[in-house]
């Protein structure tokens, strides 16, 4: 999964691909470390999205832009458009399923 660490670079990679997941979290979080291995199981499965991930210590506009309410968070863009976003990382299955119902629609 490709870190950014700008807003411009995240807001770049968003408008750059059809689909984007941006995964948001801070390293201090405890719940973002077991995020954290859900998306990468995640990004194995066959699906469309991009994936980023971003560090919200480094991105204080972007979450504020965004209003992040807290982390871990996923943010779920089709064509420069937010489509969802999740706070309960619940299970892979659950991540999986909502990816592909946004890819598909």
Do not use: W
């Not at 979290?25 to 470390?33: I, K």
């Amino acid at each position: 999964m490709m870190e950014v660490s700008s807003t411009e670079a995240l807001n770049q990679s968003i408008e750059d691909h059809v689909l984007e997941a941006v995964y948001l979290y801070t390293p201090m979080c405890g719940t973002c470390q077991v995020a954290g291995k859900m998306m990468d199981v995640v990004e194995q499965l066959p699906q469309s999205f991009h994936f980023v991930k971003a560090n919200l210590n480094y991105l204080p506009q972007f979450a504020e832009g965004q209003s992040i309410e807290s982390v871990p968070c996923l943010l779920l863009f089709k064509d420069g458009v937010e489509k969802e976003r999740i706070y309960a990382f619940q299970s892979v299955p659950f991540l999986y399923e909502t990816m592909t119902k946004i890819q598909n629609r």
